[in-house]
């Protein structure tokens, strides 16, 4: 059966391939986030890191026209094209959630706020949150690749995505309390910056998860 689908679909595969691509860019911002929440006090630096996931929106915008255009020269089922479309846009969100990110960051350390340990306590906090949200974008990468390969470890992967989403929402709660406790000190402006870049990263993970989901759904349909 397996087989019989990678030869229908092969000349599809280069959509995948694309899809792929997208998601290093993603998995590239992921980083440099992360390398933004823990660095202390080099404005250049977190500024040229902004700027470089801003690079890395535009170059993923780009990879998102050729998908869309791949996939309307492709031999993909007109039914499948509602799913299609669901899906590419589910990924451009993953890396422009890590945009507003990058730039938030930035805005918020330019105002200052980082001038509060407690502040940068909490970026170390959203920092390992965005570490395990970025493993969700790898496995993501690993389940399109493997899609009309091998259904069972697609399945395995989609799940493993599953539970890296429930463990960011277990973070992400944890931050939200302690952003919330009246022992830290937070003054409204920093409570906020804090509180959407929380939001912010569970959104993305959250959008790894209906990924997954919506690619399952695809590859079942080409399955039956």
């Known amino acids: 059966m397996m087989f019989f689908i990678r030869k229908r679909y092969g000349k599809n595969r ?3 391939e694309l899809i792929s691509k997208h998601l290093e860019l993603s998995e590239k911002a992921a980083e440099k986030v ?3 929440f823990v660095i202390k006090h080099e404005r250049h630096s977190i500024e040229s890191i902004a700027t470089e996931v801003d ?4 170059h993923g915008d780009e990879l998102i026209a050729e998908i869309v255009k791949t996939i ?3 031999a993909i089922p007109i039914t499948m094209y509602g799913d299609f479309s669901i899906f590419t846009d589910i990924i451009d969100d993953i890396l422009d959630e890590l945009y507003f990110i990058a730039q938030e960051v930035n805005r918020g350390r330019k105002a200052g706020l980082d001038t509060n340990p407690i502040v940068l306590e909490i970026y170390s906090d959203l920092a390992s949150m965005t570490s395990v949200a970025k493993m969700a974008i790898t496995k993501l990468k690993e389940l399109v690749i493997i899609s009309l390969k091998d259904i069972k470890k697609a399945e395995n992967l989609s799940h493993e995505v599953d539970m890296l989403e429930d463990r960011v929402d277990e973070l992400r709660n944890t931050v ?3 952003i919330y406790s009246p022992r830290k000190k937070l003054d409204p402006l920093a409570l906020y910056h804090l509180i959407e870049l929380a939001k912010a990263i569970d959104r993305f993970v959250d959008a790894c ?3 997954s989901h919506v690619l399952m759904s695809i590859v079942t349909a080409v399955i039956r």
């Open 209 to 211: 998860k209906d990924a």
């Open 72 to 74: 309307s020269q492709s």
């Open 176 to 178: 939200i309390d302690k």
């Open 34 to 36: 992360m390398n933004e």
């Open 55 to 58: 690079i890395l929106e535009k």
């Open 14 to 16: 280069n959509v995948f």
